[in-house]
T-cell receptor, first 113, second 114 residues
Framework: AQTVTQSQPEMSVQEAETVTLSCTYD???????LFWYKQPPSRQMILVIR??????QNATENRFSVNFQKAAKSFSLKISDSQLGDTAMYFC??????????FGKGTKLSVKP | KAGVTQTPRYLIKTRGQQVTLSCSPI?????VSWYQQTPGQGLQFLFE???????NKGNFPGRFSGRQFSNSRSEMNVSTLELGDSALYLC?????????????FGSGTRLTVV
């Protein structure tokens, strides 16, 4: 069975500092994608960053970057210069092209002023 | 470009009733997938439709069904509601960008079964 594990239920970080959220996954797919989504209290799931598994280069999107270790099946998210607006639940997900994303249980991130 | 639109935002139903939720994907997106989010089980995949055909289905009972119309709008139906069906139901439409896939979610429908 495909699984995604986020081992940190909650984390906190001071504003302007850097934080890393962990994610490990297991999949039998050969061609898959990995995602980080953010869900603030408004409950809208917002795509933060995505990584194609066949690409070795780590994806970056402004202050967000990933450390993708394919052999270790690890996909961590680094948030630099944390902002108050980054406070949210963060979900790691893996999946293919047919909508069947497998999500982790989430990490609740609090950014403190 | 308008985002993914889900209606209604909130719904309260009684056990045993049935309910229909609607999802309009981003214009041009042909794939719509549905997820159930609960505090206990987290986010779970229900099913995915592409060009009016169900391509993939999660591990949910037959009371959960869906369909997709020719304009890509999708509906999901839950019959004989149970208390455990109370959840946030999210739909996502898929896009292809820079050769890769991504999923844009709607704001969800909060279903409460009493």
């Amino acid at each position: 069975a495909q699984t995604v594990t986020q081992s940190q239920p909650e984390m906190s970080v001071q504003e302007a500092e850097t934080v890393t959220l962990s994610c490990t996954y297991d999949t039998s797919e050969n061609n898959y994608y990995l995602f980080w989504y953010k869900q603030p209290p408004s409950r809208q799931m917002i795509l933060v960053i995505r990584q194609e598994a066949y690409k070795q280069q780590n994806a970056t999107e402004n202050r967000f970057s990933v450390n993708f270790q394919k052999a270790a099946k690890s996909f961590s998210l680094k948030i630099s210069d944390s902002q108050l607006g980054d406070t949210a639940m963060y979900f790691c997900a893996s999946g293919g092209s047919q909508g069947n994303l497998i999500f982790g249980k989430g990490t609740k991130l609090s950014v403190k002023p | 470009k308008a985002g993914v639109t889900q209606t209604p935002r909130y719904l309260i139903k009684t056990r045993g009733q049935q309910v229909t939720l609607s999802c309009s994907p981003i214009s041009g997106h042909r794939s719509v997938s549905w997820y159930q989010q609960t505090p206990g089980q987290g986010l779970q995949f229900l099913f995915e439709y592409f060009s009016e055909t169900q391509r993939n289905k999660g591990n949910f009972p037959g009371r959960f069904s869906g369909r997709q119309f020719s304009n890509s709008r999708s509906e999901m139906n839950v019959s004989t509601l149970e208390l455990g069906d109370s959840a946030l139901y999210l739909c996502a439409s898929s896009f292809v960008r820079q050769g890769g896939y991504g999923y844009t979610f709607g704001s969800g429908t909060r279903l409460t079964v009493v």
